[in-house]
């Protein structure tokens, strides 16, 4: 089955500064890779998603980067606040029905 | 509009006792999915609803995990004889699509604990 490997574990920036999380897939079937934000008590929230016809996506802050041929994709957070603060995972799918595999999430830390 | 609903949020249990945790969907969702997810880990997916059927249950645990949708929208996720194992957060998620790809939106969870 699909594997998805996520680094760093954790994450501390200053604000304002970038964040960059960094995602690796192992099934080449995968055409869809979401990104979730996880506040401590609540459910994961989807905060961007790629599909894998596209090289790059760009949400205001946030931009998401899919290189299909080395299996990486990765998310891009600029001038980070502290409310960005969050565990988030990256995930993919092969689609059909949708089955979801997460990786093991990253601790983002703002610092004001 | 009314999101994903999880009841009970927490719930303590003893070792060998049954639960059931249950989930309401995004009203006219298709798709259901229970994840389970552990302590400082990401979701593991359990298993789907498509409608009332149940398309992929290969996540489930053990034979102590069972789950339906008999009407095609509140689920139950239901674990009998309880372990310690079994301490973790459930997540249900919906979605609309069904062939086509489509967002899951996730509930707050059942944090479940077995003492």
């Known amino acids: 089955g699909e594997n998805v490997e996520q680094h760093p574990s954790t994450l501390s920036v200053q604000e304002g500064d970038s964040a960059v999380i960094k995602c690796t897939y192992s099934d080449s079937a995968s055409n869809y890779f979401p990104w979730y934000k996880q506040e401590l008590g609540k459910g994961p929230q989807l905060i961007i998603d790629?599909?894998?016809?596209?090289g790059e996506k760009k949400d205001q802050r946030i931009a998401v980067t899919l290189n299909k041929t080395a299996k990486h994709f990765s998310l891009h957070i600029t001038e980070t606040q502290p409310e960005d603060s969050a565990v988030y995972f990256c995930?993919?799918?092969?689609?059909?029905?949708?089955?979801?595999?997460f990786g093991i999430g990253t601790k983002l830390q703002v610092i004001p | 509009g009314a999101g994903v609903s999880q009841s009970p949020r927490y719930k303590v249990a003893k070792r060998g006792q049954d639960v059931a945790l249950r989930c309401d969907p995004i009203s006219g969702h298709v798709s259901l999915f229970w994840y389970q997810q552990a302590l400082g880990q990401g979701p593991e997916f359990l298993t789907y609803?498509?409608?009332?059927?149940?398309?992929?249950k290969s996540g489930l645990p053990s034979d102590r995990f069972f789950a339906e949708r008999p009407e095609g929208s509140v689920s139950t996720l239901k674990i009998q004889r309880t372990q310690q194992e079994d301490s973790a957060v459930y997540l249900c998620a919906s979605s609309s699509g069904t062939p086509a790809l489509g967002t899951q939106y996730f509930g707050p969870g059942t944090r479940l604990l077995v003492l």
């Open positions: 790629i599909r894998s016809n596209v």
């Open positions: 609803f498509q409608n009332e059927a149940q398309l992929d």
């Open positions: 995930a993919a799918s092969m689609g059909g029905y949708q089955k979801v595999t």
